[in-house]
């Protein structure tokens, strides 16, 4: 009987200890779109740490909640988009357009979009998000071109990378 406490009291503990770790990550999912000749794309972001990143860069009153969203606040958003996320495709510089967000319980999904893709061989993207404020940050890349996937993990020390999907 002791054993059983005793082992029930240290699964406690170790399981307590990971959920008082808090993870730096966020999710981009990138799809091309043949049809439309474009790069659509996802991203899944904590809305603390997007709210504290933008706090400490912008405006220490910045709240981003569905419905108390502070005015301006999607100005910000984009601006730190821009000087974040960067594509090369195929080898040349291309820009992204912000369709929009929405909120979805402690995420906020965000909709990009490259236009003018007329084939995808490869795609080098560099990730930052996040990465200014937390070390231990982890931006991970989903990418697919029909049936194939690739992905990629982007930290601090290696914020960007490259997929090649003439191969």
């Known amino acids: 009987m002791k054993k059983v406490v005793l082992i029930?009291?240290?699964?406690?503990?170790?399981?307590s200890s990971f959920t008082a770790h808090k993870?730096?990550?966020?999710?981009?999912?990138?799809?091309?779109?043949?049809?439309?000749q474009s790069l659509q794309i996802i991203s899944r972001v904590?809305?603390?740490d997007l709210e504290e990143v933008l706090r400490k860069r912008y405006d220490d009153a910045i709240?981003?909640?569905?419905?108390?969203?502070?005015?301006g606040a999607e100005e910000y958003i984009k601006k730190y988009f821009d000087q974040k996320i960067n594509f090369l495709i195929n080898?040349?510089?291309?820009?992204?357009?912000?369709?929009?967000?929405?909120?979805?319980?402690?995420?906020?999904?965000?909709?990009?979009e490259i236009?003018?893709?007329s084939s995808l061989e490869s795609l080098?993207?560099?990730?930052?998000?996040?990465?200014?404020?937390?070390?231990?940050?982890?931006?991970?890349?989903?990418?697919?071109k029909e049936n194939n996937r690739k992905s990629l993990i982007l930290e601090k020390r290696r914020d960007s990378g490259m997929l090649k999907f003439s191969e």
Do not use: C, P, W
């Open 63 to 71: 709240r981003l909640e569905v419905n108390k969203e502070t005015v």
């Open 23 to 36: 993870f730096y990550v966020s999710v981009m999912q990138i799809e091309y779109n043949k049809e439309e």
């Open 124 to 144: 080098e993207i560099s990730n930052q998000i996040l990465m200014d404020l937390f070390e231990e940050q982890q931006n991970i890349v989903h990418v697919k």
């Open 46 to 48: 904590f809305i603390d």
């Open 115 to 117: 236009e003018n893709i």
């Open 91 to 112: 080898g040349k510089e291309a820009s992204f357009t912000y369709l929009g967000k929405e909120y979805e319980d402690d995420l906020i999904i965000f909709y990009l």
């Open 8 to 15: 029930a009291l240290i699964g406690v503990v170790i399981l």
